[in-house]
């Protein structure tokens, strides 16, 4: 089973800067697609940013500019750095695989527990 733990969360001024890592078991690492989620007290799940096995990237538009996802496959760890922070930016922020197994089936995903990153004013 593949596990991911984050690190890195914490509490930052408005402006501030933080990076997240998460760390993933796994012996295919560099085949997975990752993303980071972010969910608020109160709101839906929703993904922040998105990194295919080739690095390509999507982000959501709230955090275009701001937030970079990156990958090293060399240590099984995915980041976001994540610079300009907001009020808003807070929530607990889950790191997320998605790995195919079998060509003819839909991805698996796996969950990490969770960082939190609390933006004071």
């Known amino acids: 089973q593949v596990q991911l733990v984050e690190s890195g969360g914490g509490l930052v001024q408005a402006g501030g800067s933080l990076r997240l890592s998460c760390a993933a078991s796994?012996?295919?690492?560099?085949?997975?697609?990752m993303g980071w989620y972010r969910q608020a007290p109160g709101k839906q799940r929703e993904l922040v940013a998105g990194?295919?096995?080739?690095?390509?990237?999507n982000y959501t538009d709230s955090v275009k500019g701001r937030f970079t996802i990156s990958r090293d496959n060399a240590n099984n760890t995915v980041y976001l750095q994540m610079n300009s922070l907001k009020p808003e930016d807070t929530a607990v922020y889950y790191c997320?695989?998605?790995?195919?197994?079998?060509?003819?089936?839909?991805?698996?995903?796996?969950w990490g527990q969770g960082t939190q990153v609390t933006v004071s004013s």
């Open positions: 796994g012996r295919t690492f560099s085949t997975y697609a």
């Open positions: 990194i295919t096995r080739g690095s390509s990237t």
């Open positions: 997320n695989a998605a790995i195919t197994y079998r060509a003819a089936y839909p991805p698996r995903s796996y």
